[in-house]
């Protein structure tokens, strides 16, 4: 750690060495002098950041590989990967005009409620029930819904409720 004496940079006093000081430390990727709690300087910081959004891309690809070969359903992704299921479900949309389905029900219900966009198509009965894989080319049993509503369907990011004693 260094101490630079200025007056034009962000500073603080310090009885002992008489004056207004900084606080500089060197870069951790080249070395240079930067001020004290920053890690990085401006180019080095930049550079890291492009590091670490392609180190998490393909940390999240890895992942989703592991995921659907290991954990999801084989027939399922051959189902959502298929023309038939994606032509459908773009068809589905388009018919909705691309309106959240749960969001236009609560706009009516309260018009302050925010309206979304579809980006979703929801099967009604779900694929993994008898009744569901039958219905899983069925216009009648999909809902467009937006992320977060479908998100809410299936329950999934969902703040814990508390649990009373």
């Known amino acids: 750690m260094i101490v630079i004496k200025t007056s034009e940079m962000v500073s603080f006093s310090n009885d002992f060495?008489?004056?207004?000081y900084m606080v500089?430390?060197?870069?951790?990727?080249?070395?240079?002098?930067?001020?004290?709690?920053y890690t990085y300087c401006t180019k080095?910081?930049?550079?890291?950041n492009k590091d670490r959004e392609q180190q998490l891309k393909e940390s999240k690809k890895k992942y989703d590989a592991n995921y659907n070969k290991y954990k999801r359903n084989k027939e399922h992704t051959r189902f959502y990967n298929s023309d038939e299921w994606k032509l459908l479900k773009e068809k589905y949309l388009q018919?909705?005009?691309?309106?959240?389905?749960?969001c236009e029900e609560l706009h009516k219900k309260?018009?302050?409620h925010k309206r979304r966009v579809a980006v979703e198509v929801h099967h009604i009965k779900?694929?993994?029930?008898p009744e569901g894989w039958e219905r899983r080319l069925d216009y009648t049993n999909l809902m467009a819904?937006?992320?977060a509503h479908h998100d809410e369907m299936h329950g999934r990011f969902q703040k814990k409720k508390k649990r009373s004693i």
């Open 126 to 129: 779900w694929l993994s029930t």
């Open 145 to 147: 819904l937006c992320h």
């Open 17 to 20: 060495l008489g004056g207004d």
């Open 24 to 37: 500089m430390k060197i870069c951790r990727k080249c070395g240079s002098l930067i001020p004290y709690p």
């Open 95 to 102: 018919d909705q005009q691309y309106r959240c389905e749960k």
């Open 110 to 112: 309260d018009p302050k």
């Open 44 to 48: 080095c910081q930049n550079e890291y």
